[in-house]
């Protein structure tokens, strides 16, 4: 079911209600505008809600999620726009007085504006599209038009949702452009009874083509990936908490924060020191924030590609709700043995890019490059035959303790260096002891008698 609402203020774009038609768990409803954002930054507001299995708490709505896009031009000039007229956030790209307009444009980029030149209307169940415009004067030659399709769609057995916005973007100016396409989500989670948005978890996915947050369990999550329809790869993702340091710095401010600390918008786009970067598991990494870690979480996806004038490309986002099982996709042209815009290779491995996915090659990504220098890729986690923090062979005396591979230990006074195992362990056992020998419980507590001296 899509319904239209009207805006509430006048300057305020189209919204449509996208609603999945069901009642309890597994019930979604969003109401984004004619950008594709919804939610805002002030007041709880019910423009997207999501009741997850196993939970009775219906307090459920997301603070704000929504896409900024950073345009340059010739000699390094880059603008910035909120695409959407949500004056609330608006105030975190450009400073007021007197009303801002999410719009901060360079000195060249005169007459910077954004239009809307579809006003937001169903298009099928569950389905609407619109279009709009960003442009300059003449003299800068920014032409940008968009279609963008947003699609609603459900798992009822699952109980979760995924929604899904296809922006379409073509270069229709008189100079080429470099676009950064960056995706915020500052989802407020309620769903463990706790009354409170800074308890959540977040964390990247097998194959790091995504990133998550959620509430103490995986159903009660929203999740950012890559859609099927991308003709350009996802360039990188974070999930930050406020007040820790993604990488080198600088600390992650949420968005409600303010301008003056919020590096995101001052940097054109994600700082490099974020992208991929989860803060508990750190760069590149499969895995999810340490909960110890209490603060209010914000994730986000970024693409970064180029635009020749009369060229056209997609930008394929997926939202979902009530999973962290994010698919990964590539290029739509990937396996083309072609090498087009946003790919890095196409079809061969090389030390920088893997040629079946198009994409950068990074440890942990789940793709086995050799050329890159890699033995093997369990997706950054330790398996019985794959170290996941270095991608080479688990080997006993690598300097890496691996559980799955069943070490215990590398080195130290304990540990039997031949078998990587501790030669006598706590509770009874004995690694590496011949079969049938006495107990040898006796020398180690002799053994920790003497280490206790010489610690004295």
């Known amino acids: ?54 939970v009775a708490n219906a307090f459920t709505p997301t603070y704000l999620t929504g896409p900024m896009l950073f345009v340059s031009t010739a000699s390094n000039r880059t603008s910035s ?69 947003q699609r609603l769609a459900s798992d009822a057995t699952a109980k979760s949702s995924q929604f899904d916005q296809i922006y379409t973007v073509t270069n229709s100016g008189t100079a080429a452009v470099t676009l950064v ?27 790091l083509c995504g990133v998550y947050m959620h509430d103490g369990d995986s159903r009660w999550s929203t999740s950012l990936g890559n859609g099927p329809m991308s003709t350009v790869p996802l360039a990188a993702y974070y999930g930050g908490k406020a007040g820790e340091v993604p990488g080198s710095g600088p600390a992650f401010t949420p968005a409600n924060a303010g301008i003056t600390e919020q590096h995101v918008w001052l940097n054109h786009g994600m700082p490099a020191s974020w992208r991929n970067f989860v803060v508990g598991p750190g760069l590149n990494a499969v895995g999810e924030s340490d909960p110890t870690l209490i603060a209010d979480a914000t994730i986000g996806t ?13 930008v394929h986002i997926r939202r979902y709700y009530g999973t962290t099982d994010i698919e990964c996709f590539v290029s739509a042209n990937c396996g083309n043995g072609v090498v087009d815009s946003g790919e890095l290779c196409d079809g061969t491995d090389t030390a920088t890019c893997n040629g079946e996915t198009c994409t950068a090659s990074l440890c942990g990504d789940g793709y ?51 078998t990587c195992t501790f030669s006598f362990r706590l509770g009874g056992g004995c690694a590496g002891c011949a079969t049938g020998g006495p107990d040898p419980s006796w020398l180690l507590c002799a053994v920790l008698l003497v280490l206790r001296r010489r610690r004295r």
């Not at 969003?30 to 007041?43: H, K, R």
């Not at 060249?108 to 599209?129: D, K």
């Not at 693409?303 to 997609?314: C, D, I, K, M, R």
């Not at 330790?382 to 080195?411: I, L, P, Q, R, Y």
């Open 81 to 149: 726009l909120l695409l959407t007229e949500y004056r609330a956030w608006a105030n975190f790209l450009e400073n007021p007085p007197p009303i801002p307009d999410g719009i901060a444009a360079d000195a060249m980029h005169t007459g910077l504006a954004r239009t809307v030149t579809m006003p937001i209307a169903s298009t099928g169940p569950n389905e609407a599209t619109s279009g709009f415009r960003i442009a300059t004067d003449t003299a800068a030659g920014v032409g940008l038009d968009f279609l963008l399709v």
């Open 1 to 54: 079911m899509v319904a239209l609402v009207c805006a509430g203020a006048p300057a305020q774009a189209g919204i449509v209600l996208f609603d999945n038609g069901v009642t309890g768990e597994g019930f979604t409803q969003v109401s984004p505008d004619d950008f594709g954002t919804y939610g805002v930054l002030i007041g709880q507001q019910f423009d997207d809600e999501f009741i997850p299995a196993g």
């Open 368 to 418: 086995m490059n050799s050329v890159a220098g890699e033995e093997c890729d369990s997706s950054g986690v330790d398996s019985e035959t794959c170290n996941g923090a270095t991608c080479t062979v688990a080997a006993c005396g690598d300097g890496h303790v691996n559980v799955e591979a069943g070490e215990d230990c590398e080195d130290g006074e304990l540990c039997e260096t031949s």
């Open 302 to 314: 970024e693409y970064q590609f180029p635009l020749a004038v009369g060229a056209t490309e997609t």
């Open 181 to 207: 396409f960056h995706i915020m989500w500052d989802a407020d989670l309620y769903y463990d009874g706790q009354n409170q948005e800074v308890d959540d978890f977040v964390g990247s996915v097998a194959g």
